[in-house]
């Protein structure tokens, strides 16, 4: 079939919208990364690679963030993809309740990021807040925590909110893939003596995969872009102990006043997402069957 | 062929929709400025969102005397006034009158050229001559500060009296008015660990310990260090407040709301944040009768300063704004005593404007600092570098985190050598 020159055109409107929204910040950050531009000036020197080298070599907070990051993203991909997959096994049947049970897990999804930070600074709030509370209650007070204000447990504190705010999300990504699983496949294994266990090792887990995939690619990238929630909750401390990249790169350009360095931290962050989730969909792909 | 004109069309469908949209909106603007045209437009834009009301109310006022101007008020959270200011002011539409935080803000809007030089303006001569040196650089008045705020702990004066506690006047009297707050079970002092505690009590803690006052330029320049006598003694004092029951249990994760409900309860002698903060606790609980009371953390014979002062929420004009004599008018207004004393009693806020009657209570009662008490200017605002000021803050949380004074101290020097050229 031979495809007309015109269908190129349709391209145009798309690429226009491309190329403002994605293709020139990006560009644009990548050149401001070898300047030594503060935001305001109209004045600014190339400084090549400097930007790159402080943030590499001499800048221990850059290098916390990092860390706090990754510790942030391993904590949600694993307890967000779990949770969901989880949630999606137990409500997987289309009953009443489970429709509703599902809209339930869904709706924090909804909800802004300054709503949900409001909602749980009071659950978390080491005096009144209803989490110590409800510890003290059910008589394990010994349990009761600083959760925001010691700097060993708040990232992990902020994890959890962010698998709350967002396993109801990934939820329905997993129940939408098991519901393409065919049921033959389950009555066959049956037939043949499987047990729960195989069936879900050797059936569920290998053709969910493909949504396994988007699930924990997704809670990663979401967990490097989780500014909003951490920026309201901590602010990024006490002490840098919630400091993730994007909330440095917000300090660092906007407080600082220091573009030409935040612009190399974010060309950096963008390098390390894009590593992380190539390795990811090599990894997952790698399970993938097809029966 | 057929296709590639049906593509066309399209696209010329699209472009035709576009332009009768920015048509029909192009004509509705002009609509709007025309309507508008008889007035000139004043972007105003800062950070007190608490104090909105008597601000709509002064500049109902203004506009009354001056038909002529119209003057659109912005207000942004002060997080994002702090970041983003810069950003609006650059083109000059917004923001033709502004307002600027003292320290690292103000330093970097004046590298950037963002204001218009005051100095010769009658309307300063209005102002008290030694609070509005903070808005001066290179000889030139480009900022004026409005508000005078006291950044010290806010004390339960009806709370003292019934304990007969006197205000401490060194260390050892401090301590003993402690314990008997202790033993009382009233905790000492209410601290907002979670947000401004820090960035507040910091400057009280070591006003004496830490005489010199350009001992943050000092920094900046590499000749002092925070592993100096003057910044881990204050740290030891961080350390002695939180270990010994002075501040509430888990201080760190404790906002500023759940400290003032606790000084509005009365489960809390003192909040550790500022004078701004007395008409909301007497809002939470009118029979409050209130003060100030900084921390003395040295013997009597070393107490230099007394307390904190800032003056702050600084007025400019935009360098970029063609409204600059308009802008000039509303300043002039502003420093009028008359709507100065409106502004003040309103908010419950001191203000650097000359011969202000204040009204209420607390005002009167703590009028005194302005005059008869050797304050010293918030320290914390004589950073210019925003990484050095978190690094300075960040030694603090880190110490309330149980790290010893010296680790802390050491660690905020690195960041701070990361980050001065």
Not at chain 1, 60 to 70: A, E, T
Request: aromatic share 14%; charged share 20%; glycine share 6%.
């Amino acid at each position: 079939m031979k495809i007309s020159k015109a269908i190129y055109l349709f391209f145009i409107p798309g690429l226009i919208l491309y190329s403002i929204f994605f293709l020139f910040p990006t560009v644009s950050a990548l050149y401001y990364s070898f300047t030594d531009w503060d935001g305001i000036s109209a004045d600014f020197n190339y400084v090549g690679f400097a930007n790159y080298e402080r943030a590499v070599t001499g800048d221990s907070i850059f290098m916390k963030s990092v860390g706090n990051n990754l510790e942030f993203m391993i904590f949600v991909a694993i307890f967000q993809t779990l949770a969901a997959l989880i949630f999606a096994i137990i409500l997987v049947k289309n009953t009443k309740v489970n429709y509703y049970l599902r809209a339930l897990f869904f709706f924090p999804t909804i909800l802004s990021s300054v709503s949900v930070a409001f909602i749980w600074a009071f659950v978390y709030d080491p005096n009144l807040g209803i989490l110590n509370q409800l510890l003290n209650l059910l008589g394990i007070g010994f349990l009761t925590q600083n959760w925001l204000g010691n700097g060993d447990i708040a990232i992990y504190s902020l994890a959890f909110t962010q698998v709350w705010f967002h396993a109801g999300q990934m939820l329905i990504i997993f129940v939408a893939g098991l519901h393409a699983i065919p049921n033959d496949l389950y009555e066959a294994a049956k037939m043949e003596g499987a047990s729960k266990w195989q069936l879900f090792r050797k059936i569920t887990w290998p053709l969910l995969a493909p949504s396994a995939t988007i699930v924990i690619a997704y809670t990663t990238i979401q967990s490097f872009q989780a500014f909003d929630l951490i920026f309201a909750l901590t602010g990024g401390g006490p002490n840098y102990s919630t400091e993730i990249i994007s909330t440095y790169i917000y300090t660092v350009a906007f407080r600082n006043y220091d573009f030409g360095y935040a612009s190399g931290i974010s060309v950096i962050f963008m390098c390390i997402i894009a590593l992380i989730t190539y390795i990811q969909f090599k990894v997952l792909r790698s399970n993938r069957v097809s029966y | 062929m057929k296709k590639w004109l049906a593509g066309f069309m399209f696209l010329g469908m699209l472009f035709a929709a576009a332009c009768a949209d920015s048509s029909s909106q192009e004509e509705q603007d002009s609509d709007d400025s025309s309507s508008a045209s008889e007035a000139t437009e004043l972007s105003f834009i800062h950070w007190r969102g608490e104090d909105k009301e008597v601000f709509e109310d002064i500049i109902a006022q203004f506009e009354e005397e001056n038909p002529d101007i119209d003057i659109k008020m912005n207000i942004y959270p002060s997080e994002q006034y702090q970041s983003n200011a810069q950003q609006l002011l650059r083109d000059g539409s917004t923001g033709d009158v502004f307002t600027s935080f003292p320290g690292s803000q103000f330093e970097a809007m004046k590298e950037a050229g963002l204001f218009t030089d005051l100095t010769n303006e009658d309307f300063v001569g209005n102002f008290s001559e030694g609070p509005i040196s903070v808005g001066q650089a290179d000889g030139k008045q480009l900022a004026i500060p409005y508000q005078l705020v006291f950044n010290m702990p806010v004390y339960n004066k009806g709370m003292f009296e019934e304990l007969g506690l006197d205000v401490p006047k060194s260390w050892s009297q401090y301590q003993e008015m402690v314990d008997t707050l202790i033993e009382n079970d009233i905790v000492p002092v209410a601290f907002p660990g979670a947000d401004i505690g820090p960035n507040q009590t910091m400057n009280s803690m070591m006003m004496n310990n830490a005489k010199d006052e350009e001992v943050f330029q000092k920094l900046e320049s590499g000749e002092e260090s925070l592993t100096n006598d003057w910044w881990t003694n204050t740290l030891e004092d961080f350390q002695y407040f939180n270990e010994n029951g002075y501040f509430q249990e888990n201080a760190l994760g404790t906002n500023q709301d759940s400290a003032m409900q606790m000084v509005a309860n009365e489960e809390a002698a003192m909040l550790a944040t500022g004078s701004y903060h007395m008409a909301a606790l007497k809002e939470l609980n009118p029979d409050l009768k209130l003060g100030l009371l900084p921390p003395i953390t040295v013997p009597e014979n070393e107490v230099e300063y007394e307390g904190i002062h800032t003056a702050t929420f600084m007025l400019a004009i935009n360098k970029n704004s063609e409204k600059k004599e308009e802008a000039k008018q509303f300043i002039n207004f502003l420093s009028q005593p008359e709507i100065a004393s409106q502004y003040a009693n309103g908010t419950g806020q001191h203000l650097t404007v000359k011969d202000v009657e204040y009204e209420s209570e607390e005002l009167q009662n703590t009028a005194h600092w302005i005059t008869d008490k050797k304050t010293r200017f918030q320290p914390r605002y004589l950073i210019t570098e925003a990484a050095v000021e978190d690094a300075v803050l960040g030694s603090i949380e880190n110490v309330l985190g149980d790290a010893s004074p010296e680790d802390a101290a050491a660690e905020a020097q690195q960041i701070v050598e990361e980050n001065i050229e």
